[in-house]
């Protein structure tokens, strides 16, 4: 059981390139997640979705795009990117059976922009 | 504004002894508080949680006591090893919003052997 996977797991773009980051998940959960983390900043949501064909804006939305087409995958896209998306980014995903029900998170996504 | 509060970012403490995290809110509509646990290079891993209508919760050797009046949580481990070393992050989770989780910046925990 793999749980929730990120690819790729490092990337280095150049100012103004474009690129989408890749969660999936196989406990078949409704909600999915994009985090980031920064040094001194903690997590900080980007988007989240609580369904297939759904997305919302988080704390931190501005320069980037999901999509959520298929139940199992939540894509995080930067049109273009900026040195203040240098991050690491986390996808998280959930079932809604209860409340307080904890996240699974992926291993993370080194994203260095130059 | 910060909902969520960890006001230590780094913590170290000797083997075998107790550590204490302290945990910080602002938003009483907060009803579910999680810790999280994350190594280096991993992504962060459920550790335990608390509802707000209680105020203890244990699980082996770490509890997570939470006090409603004073907005504030603690989680203890005891007794502390060295591979409880790693990055721990407070959440909590609104009744008015509860898809999301607001989490804190962080505590760096370092248990010397």
């Known amino acids: 059981n793999a749980g929730v996977t990120q690819t790729p797991k490092f990337r280095v773009l150049k100012t103004g390139q474009s690129m989408t980051l890749l969660c999936a998940q196989d406990m078949n959960h409704e909600y999915m997640y994009w985090y980031r983390q920064d040094p001194g900043m903690g997590l900080r949501l980007i988007h989240y979705?609580?369904?297939?064909?759904?997305?919302a804006k988080g704390e931190v939305p501005d320069g980037y795009n999901v999509s959520r087409l298929k139940k199992q995958n939540f894509l995080l896209g930067l049109e273009s990117a900026a040195p203040s998306q240098t991050s690491v980014y986390f996808c998280?995903?959930?079932?809604?059976?209860?409340?307080?029900?904890?996240?699974?998170f992926g291993s993370g996504t080194q994203l260095s922009v130059l | 504004d910060q909902q969520v509060k960890q006001n230590s970012p780094s913590l170290s403490v000797q083997e075998g002894r107790i550590s204490i995290l302290n945990c910080d809110y602002t938003?009483?509509?907060?009803?579910?508080f999680l810790w999280y646990k994350k190594y280096p290079a991993e992504g962060p891993t459920f550790l335990i949680s608390?509802?707000?209508?209680?105020d203890k919760n244990e699980d082996g050797r770490f509890t997570v006591f939470l006090n409603k009046s004073a907005k504030h949580l603690s989680l203890h481990i005891v007794p502390s090893q060295p591979g409880d070393s790693a990055v721990y992050f407070c959440a909590a989770s609104d009744k008015g919003g509860s898809e999301k989780l607001v989490f804190g910046k962080g505590t760096k925990l370092t248990v010397n052997p």
């Open positions: 979705s609580v369904g297939e064909g759904t997305t």
């Open positions: 938003n009483s509509m907060f009803d579910y």
């Open positions: 998280a995903s959930r079932t809604p059976t209860r409340r307080g029900e904890k996240l699974f």
């Open positions: 608390i509802s707000s209508i209680k």
